[in-house]
């Protein structure tokens, strides 16, 4: 090649980079080898607790996934790189926490640590802690890793096993936070837990107010009824720049084999209907996630993916980056 085809193809593939980079700015999947300026999130997990596969499911949405699975089924988490100040945190302890904090790790580029700074945990419910017993001495033996916890969720792994060897054997340091308590992580970012209504039959259940440099996140994939809560969800959107809900289910057919007021949730259906006559700009701030695997916005393609679209709302997608 002449000096001038090499300039023109070195050209191209810039152009297509900034592209890209653009792309993943507004919140689609990442390039491992971009890296973003700045604070941002970056979803790590979309799914409920026991993932998709769901463990002996028998119906059409977990079928072939058996045989062919779909890697970006991991449950839901966020990851929260701070770049300004060297820094890295998950929010969630998932199953799914060493293929994770990989793609933390590789997403952040701010060290070459696998641990991150903090994790952040929501609530006693498999999906949301259970992935601590990997930073155990059968797996990574981590050393003092800050593992953030409302009191009783921190009494919780201190007094049952196996996570309570976790703490004697100091690969995790408890730091037990506050209900609407702001705990600053450096000069630039902030984290406040908010109590909210659901199944506590462990621990308290908290969603999470992330707050950068220039915007706000609000991280709350676990709640009974948007009516039980005494706070006012469309005020809380309306303070925020992102809002991650609670879209467990679509609707109450999917699920026919339990009673589903044992597991109650905000169906999708009847969140579009009470943020209906939001502005187009604050729906657009709606994030649906934490997904059944029985929920058919899991699928891109199906309908009930193209109504939320329609309506002018966003489902969570692994990879999505959100700057703060």
């Known amino acids: 090649m002449t000096r001038i085809q090499i300039y023109s193809v070195n050209l191209i593939c810039l152009l297509f980079s900034l592209i890209t980079w653009g792309q993943e700015r507004r919140g689609t999947e990442f390039s491992e080898d971009l890296i973003d300026p700045g604070v941002f999130l970056v979803v790590l997990g979309t799914v409920q607790d026991a993932g998709a596969p769901h463990i002996a499911c028998k119906k059409e949405c977990c079928a072939l996934l058996f045989e062919n699975h779909d890697y970006s089924r991991k449950v839901v988490s966020l990851g929260l790189v701070d770049q300004i100040n060297f820094s890295k945190y998950i929010f969630e302890a998932t199953p799914d926490l060493p293929t994770q904090l990989k793609k933390l790790k590789n997403r952040g580029m701010v060290d070459n640590n696998e641990t991150p700074d903090g994790i952040f945990l929501t609530h006693a419910h498999i999906g949301h802690y259970t992935g601590l017993m990997y930073l155990g001495k059968e797996a990574m033996n981590a050393e003092q890793v800050a593992v953030f916890a409302m009191p009783k969720m921190t009494r919780f792994l201190e007094t049952n096993g196996p996570w309570e060897q976790l703490v004697t054997n100091k690969n995790i340091t408890l730091k037990s936070l506050e209900n609407q308590v702001k705990f600053k992580l450096n000069q630039d970012v902030s984290v406040t837990p908010l109590i909210v209504p659901h199944r506590d ?122 700057e703060l």
């Open 201 to 322: 039959e462990y621990s308290e259940t908290v969603g999470y107010l992330i707050e950068g440099p220039n915007k706000k996140a609000l991280f709350l994939p676990d709640i009974d009824k948007w009516e039980k809560w005494e706070t006012d969800i469309i005020e809380m959107i309306k303070t925020v720049d992102y809002a991650f809900l609670d879209a467990t289910f679509y609707d109450g057919e999917e699920v026919n084999n339990r009673d589903i007021s044992e597991i109650p949730h905000p169906f999708v259906i009847e969140s579009m209907e009470k943020f209906r006559w939001l502005s187009s700009e604050q729906k657009t701030k709606i994030i649906f996630i934490h997904f059944n695997h029985t929920n058919p916005v899991l699928r891109p393609e199906s309908e009930a993916s193209k109504t939320v679209i329609k309506k002018g709302f966003k489902i969570a997608r692994k990879g999505d980056v959100y």
